[in-house]
């Protein structure tokens, strides 16, 4: 399989945008289990107020799926997918559908190409605005994904939308923004790691005439982005998920929270749930980046015929 040929008229930014969303959701649907156990794995050794001594634990990304089936049932592994593809279809959306457009803007005027710079520049800033727009879903979604380990299996919510009106309610509209700062850190971070990563190995691997603009492509430069972004964003990662899942006066800030984790785990806690990071932020990064070019073109051939 090679998928769609590269189109002689590029899509517009409308087309990615809505593409980027899709392919969002896509990825989700495929990869969910796995970031599920990533956050349970990430919040493991919590100290939560109040102590208790009866949490589920949870040995590697095998041994953290089946005790979740076992204990929970299946349902369990997409426990906030519904949050997680609202997340998608605005998050996705605007990171990774308008990052070519903010590109351009931070292009100079007559360059032949787009520099370094120009490149990280707009995974910033994509990254930034998408995670001040999407915060409340992203919230959601761990706090259910985490639900399953709270002590005697007491459950937070009875669904998505009782979630949202629970939070504002009982944490002030604040609480649906909670860990806003070092979400946007982590996504700055995870943009560059994945869209800049993804266009610079695309890039070079088109301009050595190594592969041509079609899925195996895709697929190597998705893999690569994958794993760079995992490395880099893991520490950030570990405190937004512990940040965004504590109760209220857990932590003070984001720096208590900080400083608790290295407190109580070191520099090796930054980096829990690695392996399903990575496996979910790779394969995850090849099922979207794969699915979004693909859906570009499909938008594009269909468009004269809709004209």
């Given at each position: 399989?090679?998928?769609?040929?590269?189109?002689?008229?590029?899509?517009?930014?409308?087309?990615k945008?809505?593409s980027?969303?899709?392919?969002?959701?896509i990825?989700?649907?495929?990869?969910?289990?796995?970031?599920?156990a990533?956050?349970?794995?990430?919040?493991?050794?919590?100290?939560?107020?109040p102590?208790?001594?009866?949490t589920?634990?949870y040995?590697?990304?095998?041994?953290?799926?089946?005790?979740?089936?076992r204990?929970?049932?299946?349902?369990?592994?997409y426990?906030g997918?519904a949050?997680?593809?609202?997340?998608?279809?605005?998050?996705?959306?605007?990171?990774?559908?308008?990052?070519?457009?903010?590109?351009?803007?931070?292009?100079?005027?007559?360059?032949?190409?787009?520099g370094?710079a120009?490149?990280?520049?707009?995974?910033?800033?994509t990254?930034?605005v998408?995670?001040?727009?999407?915060?409340?879903t992203?919230?959601?979604k761990?706090?259910?994904?985490?639900n399953?380990?709270?002590?005697d299996?007491?459950?937070?919510?009875?669904?998505t939308?009782?979630?949202y009106?629970?939070?504002?309610?009982?944490?002030?509209?604040?609480?649906?923004w909670?860990?806003?700062?070092p979400?946007?850190?982590?996504n700055?971070?995870?943009?560059?790691?994945?869209?800049?990563?993804y266009d610079?190995?695309?890039?070079?691997?088109?301009?050595?005439?190594?592969?041509?603009d079609?899925v195996?492509?895709?697929?190597?430069?998705?893999?690569?982005?994958g794993?760079?972004a995992?490395v880099?964003?893991?520490p950030?990662?570990?405190?937004?998920?512990?940040?965004m899942?504590?109760?209220?006066?857990?932590?003070?800030?984001?720096l208590?929270?900080?400083?608790?984790?290295l407190?109580?785990d070191?520099?090796a806690?930054?980096?829990?749930?690695?392996?399903?990071?990575?496996?979910?932020?790779?394969?995850?990064n090849?099922?979207?980046?794969v699915?979004?070019e693909?859906?570009?073109?499909?938008a594009?051939?269909?468009?004269?015929?809709q004209?």
């Amino acid at each position: 399989m090679v998928g769609l040929k590269p189109p002689e008229v590029p899509p517009t930014a409308a087309m990615k945008f809505v593409s980027a969303g899709m392919a969002g959701c896509i990825a989700d649907l495929c990869t969910f289990p796995l970031d599920t156990a990533k956050v349970r794995l990430q919040i493991q050794g919590e100290v939560r107020i109040p102590r208790s001594t009866s949490t589920v634990e949870y040995r590697g990304v095998l041994g953290t799926l089946s005790t979740m089936v076992r204990t929970e049932g299946p349902r369990s592994l997409y426990s906030g997918l519904a949050a997680g593809l609202q997340r998608q279809m605005s998050f996705a959306s605007i990171r990774i559908g308008l990052y070519d457009s903010v590109k351009q803007l931070y292009t100079p005027k007559g360059a032949e190409s787009t520099g370094l710079a120009a490149r990280v520049l707009a995974g910033c800033t994509t990254g930034a605005v998408a995670v001040t727009c999407a915060q409340p879903t992203d919230v959601v979604k761990v706090r259910f994904q985490a639900n399953g380990a709270q002590p005697d299996g007491v459950r937070r919510y009875s669904g998505t939308v009782d979630a949202y009106r629970t939070i504002a309610r009982e944490e002030g509209v604040r609480g649906l923004w909670r860990g806003t700062l070092p979400n946007i850190a982590r996504n700055a971070i995870i943009n560059c790691g994945e869209l800049v990563t993804y266009d610079l190995i695309k890039d070079a691997l088109l301009r050595a005439h190594l592969m041509t603009d079609n899925v195996p492509c895709h697929f190597v430069a998705a893999f690569g982005a994958g794993f760079c972004a995992t490395v880099v964003a893991s520490p950030v990662d570990v405190v937004k998920t512990r940040y965004m899942n504590a109760g209220p006066g857990q932590y003070r800030n984001v720096l208590s929270c900080f400083l608790a984790l290295l407190m109580q785990d070191g520099l090796a806690g930054f980096y829990k749930g690695f392996v399903p990071s990575f496996l979910r932020l790779g394969s995850w990064n090849v099922v979207m980046f794969v699915s979004y070019e693909q859906l570009q073109r499909v938008a594009v051939l269909a468009r004269p015929a809709q004209s």
